[in-house]
C-alpha cells in the first residue's frame, strides 16, 4: 500500500510535467503578444515583412498579402494558408532566438505544379499539405538548418521534414511526424 506522501509526490511530478509540457504552448498563444515574420522568396525575389496577429488576432490584411505572397509561383494560383503555419515559424524564432528572414522555398502548390513536381522527384506527397496551404519549406537566415530542424521538431507540432543537400527545412500542420 502507498502512503499518501508517496502518492501527493506523484500528483506534483505529474503536474510539474503538465506545466513543463504545457507552458511553451501558453505562452506562443498569449493572445497580448504580437506576431510579426519577414521572408524573401527564392523563387520571386519578392519580400515581405508583416505583423499577421495583432491585439489578439490575426490581422486578415496581412493574412491575405501572406496569401498572395506565398502563392504558386509557378502558376499565380493561390490559397488561403493555414495561420497556424506562421505561428509554428514564429515560435521557432522565438524559441531560437532568430531575428532573421525566412527564405521560401515552396508553400502553396496547385495540383498541376504538385503533379510535376512528383513526375519529376521521389520526394513528393501525392497528397502533400503544400495543396492545402498547410506547408511551408524555408530556411532562416542567420540560423543553421539542422537547428532550425531541432527547434521545429521541439514544437511538436505538425511534420517536420529535412532536406540537408537542399539546404531547408518542410513544416506543417498536419499530424506530427518526422523524416
Known amino acids: 500500500m502507498s502512503s499518501p506522501l508517496r502518492k501527493n509526490r506523484g500528483r506534483r511530478l505529474v503536474a510539474v510535467v503538465a506545466m513543463i509540457l504545457i507552458a511553451p504552448t501558453l505562452a506562443q498563444?498569449?493572445?497580448?503578444?504580437?506576431?510579426h515574420l519577414s521572408?524573401?522568396?527564392?523563387h520571386t525575389a519578392e519580400t515581405?515583412?508583416?505583423?499577421?496577429?495583432?491585439?489578439?488576432?490575426?490581422?486578415?490584411?496581412?493574412l491575405d498579402d501572406l496569401n498572395h505572397f506565398l502563392r504558386d509561383f509557378r502558376t499565380g494560383d493561390a490559397a488561403d494558408m493555414d495561420p497556424a503555419v506562421f505561428d509554428?515559424?514564429?515560435?521557432?524564432?522565438r524559441r531560437s532566438g532568430s531575428a532573421g528572414t525566412f527564405e521560401v522555398i515552396s508553400a502553396y502548390r496547385s495540383p498541376a505544379t504538385n503533379e510535376m513536381l512528383r513526375d519529376n522527384s521521389s520526394g513528393v506527397a501525392k497528397n502533400s499539405q503544400h495543396l492545402l496551404g498547410k506547408a511551408i519549406d524555408v530556411r532562416l537566415t542567420d540560423l543553421d538548418t539542422a537547428e532550425l530542424r531541432n527547434v521545429a521538431l521541439s514544437l511538436g507540432r505538425g511534420g517536420v521534414g529535412y532536406y540537408h543537400s537542399s539546404d531547408f527545412v518542410h513544416v506543417d500542420t498536419g499530424r506530427v511526424r518526422q523524416w
Do not use: M, N, W
Open 48 to 62: 515581405i515583412d508583416v505583423t499577421y496577429f495583432k491585439d489578439g488576432a490575426y490581422v486578415t490584411s496581412a
Open 39 to 42: 521572408f524573401f522568396h527564392t
Open 29 to 35: 498563444e498569449s493572445p497580448g503578444v504580437d506576431r
Open 88 to 93: 509554428i515559424l514564429h515560435e521557432i524564432q
